[in-house]
């Protein structure tokens, strides 16, 4: 039936809970109302990806308009938006306008670090007034409004990555210890600015790379390069280290010596002949699958493989 002013819908009563907030007794529900209950009027174009962060349901995708309740209480957004289960309304990430992502822009990836920290990839050259560069994080706090406003909510990762767009980010460690792995379709990565405006140093680290907090790293295999026959002028390596292709995902598994897997459109990973997924541990790259086995047709997502 209809929710009444007082009720709230099973998905939100279940998000509620587990943020320790206060539920209605009117908040039951069957398996199958679980499947059917909608988030307002839900937005107008597609969404990729959705993670639960401080208690709000955080939507990404390509969509400007996220509606109320009957049609009502829209919200402008440039492809990024909370959903607040007890208030039943949703709200922008970040104050201003569009929640300081232009219309045009689009999020296709969410991670979330500890409590207090959500990395957004995509494409997008601004987030909150900061020049980020298709990849930023987030540091405010979701119940105030969207955050506490303007340039404090958000921070950049170097000068972020051009060439391309971000398609997938996860995080391994929490808050201020996390590094953050970056995959898409780009070619390189930025410094921090030295002089704070415009960019820093562009290094060509394509396809995935990792942020530590404070410089991005190349995910390039160690054995590739020991044996490097030729090296440019810079003093790297000729041969390609690392991967040969786009990246559409990524898990994690592991803290402190942890294992990255990728899916993505490419068929060496280090050197190594791979068929389009792949894993890097210890500074190597490996195949996943069996010699001579392939992975057909295109898939976007990657579930996380044993404990978080």
Same mark, same amino acid.
């Given at each position: 039936?209809?929710?009444?002013?007082?009720?709230?819908?099973?998905?939100?009563?279940?998000?509620?809970?587990?943020?320790?907030?206060?539920?209605?007794?009117?908040?039951?529900?069957?398996?199958?109302?679980?499947?059917?209950?909608? *988030? @307002? /009027? +839900? &937005?107008? $174009?597609?969404?990729?990806?959705? #993670?639960?962060?401080? =208690?709000?349901?955080?939507? !990404?995708?390509?969509?400007?308009?996220?509606?109320?309740?009957?049609?009502?209480?829209?919200?402008?957004?440039?492809?990024?938006?909370?959903?607040?289960?007890?208030?039943?309304?949703?709200?922008?990430?970040?104050?201003?306008?569009?929640?300081?992502?232009?219309?045009?822009?689009?999020?296709?990836?969410?991670?979330?670090?500890?409590?207090?920290?959500?990395?957004?990839?995509?494409?997008?050259?601004?987030?909150?007034?900061?020049?980020?560069?298709?990849?930023?994080?987030?540091?405010?706090?979701?119940?105030?409004?969207?955050?506490?406003?303007?340039?404090?909510?958000?921070?950049? *990762? @170097? /000068? +972020? &990555?051009? $060439?391309?767009?971000?398609?997938? #980010?996860?995080?391994? =460690?929490?808050?201020?210890? !996390?590094?953050?792995?970056?995959?898409?379709?780009?070619?390189?990565?930025?410094?921090?600015?030295?002089?704070?405006?415009?960019?820093?140093?562009?290094?060509?680290?394509?396809?995935?790379?990792?942020?530590?907090?404070?410089?991005?790293?190349?995910?390039?295999?160690?054995?590739?390069?020991?044996?490097?026959?030729?090296?440019?002028?810079?003093?790297?390596?000729?041969?390609?280290?690392?991967?040969?292709?786009?990246?559409?995902?990524?898990?994690?598994?592991?803290?402190?010596?942890?294992?990255?897997?990728?899916?993505?459109?490419?068929?060496?990973?280090?050197?190594?002949?791979?068929?389009?997924?792949?894993?890097?541990?210890?500074?190597?790259?490996?195949?996943?699958?069996?010699?001579?086995?392939?992975?057909?047709?295109?898939?976007?997502?990657?579930?996380?493989?044993?404990?978080?």
């Amino acid at each position: 039936g209809a929710l009444g002013k007082n009720d709230i819908s099973p998905v939100d009563a279940a998000a509620a809970a587990a943020a320790g907030q206060a539920v209605p007794p009117t908040a039951s529900a069957t398996l199958d109302e679980l499947r059917a209950w909608p *988030l @307002g /009027g +839900g &937005v107008d $174009g597609p969404v990729w990806r959705m #993670v639960a962060h401080q =208690g709000r349901l955080v939507v !990404a995708g390509a969509f400007t308009i996220a509606a109320g309740p009957l049609g009502g209480g829209e919200v402008e957004c440039g492809g990024l938006v909370q959903w607040d289960p007890v208030a039943q309304a949703w709200g922008t990430v970040g104050n201003g306008r569009y929640g300081g992502l232009m219309p045009g822009s689009f999020v296709s990836s969410l991670a979330v670090a500890g409590s207090s920290l959500l990395v957004i990839g995509g494409r997008f050259s601004h987030a909150g007034g900061v020049l980020v560069n298709n990849v930023a994080i987030f540091k405010g706090n979701l119940s105030l409004g969207g955050g506490s406003g303007g340039t404090a909510d958000w921070s950049s *990762l @170097g /000068g +972020g &990555v051009a $060439g391309g767009y971000v398609t997938a #980010v996860v995080t391994t =460690g929490t808050d201020s210890s !996390a590094v953050v792995f970056v995959g898409g379709t780009f070619q390189s990565v930025y410094d921090p600015p030295l002089t704070g405006t415009g960019l820093g140093t562009s290094h060509s680290h394509s396809y995935v790379a990792s942020w530590d907090g404070s410089s991005w790293a190349a995910l390039d295999d160690v054995d590739c390069l020991d044996g490097c026959a030729t090296r440019k002028l810079d003093g790297t390596c000729s041969t390609n280290c690392g991967l040969d292709g786009a990246v559409s995902a990524l898990s994690v598994i592991g803290t402190y010596d942890a294992t990255l897997y990728a899916l993505g459109d490419f068929t060496l990973a280090g050197g190594r002949t791979v068929s389009n997924l792949a894993r890097y541990s210890d500074g190597r790259w490996a195949p996943l699958l069996p010699s001579g086995a392939t992975l057909r047709g295109q898939s976007s997502k990657l579930s996380m493989l044993g404990p978080a």
